[in-house]
């Protein structure tokens, strides 16, 4: 009998929505096409970053955020991103019909999401 390779699944307990991180019109025009939506602006006038939610084809949650490439300090892209992930989080608490997350699941939820966004703004802006 051939020896099955070992594959560690993933870790979380409680899956969370799709997101990602456009940091121009282009990328937000490219993801609008592949979820079929009419595209719009990536940013709300005179924001410096918004998150857009919609649900893929199997009516899952997709949260979009979007933040502008200028040469902002650090500190003030760290808050941007910071507030987006708490637009997510609260995107998901409500498609899932969670009302009341416990205080400790909702600041990991968030740092979770927070990091992952600063990787991306790192890997595409950096």
């Given amino acids: 009998m051939a020896s099955k390779h070992l594959q560690w699944l ?4 409680i899956p969370g929505p799709y ?6 019109q282009q990328q937000f ?3 609008m096409r592949k979820f079929k939506v009419p595209s719009r602006d990536y940013l709300n006038s005179g ?3 918004t998150c857009h939610h919609m649900n893929n084809d199997l009516n899952e949650l997709v949260c979009v955020v979007c933040i502008r490439p200028v040469p902002l300090d650090p500190v003030s892209v760290c808050a941007l991103l910071v507030h987006e992930a ?4 609260q995107e998901w ?3 899932r019909g969670e009302h009341a997350p416990s205080r400790e699941f909702e600041a990991h939820s968030i740092q979770s999401i927070s ?5 991306a703004y790192r890997e595409q802006v950096i």
């Fill in 19 to 24: 997101f990602c991180l456009c940091t121009s």
């Fill in 86 to 89: 708490v637009h997510v989080f």
């Fill in 115 to 119: 990091q992952h966004l600063m990787t």
């Fill in 10 to 13: 993933t870790r979380d307990m």
């Fill in 47 to 49: 924001a410096d970053a």
């Fill in 29 to 31: 025009d490219r993801v």
């Fill in 93 to 95: 608490c409500l498609t």
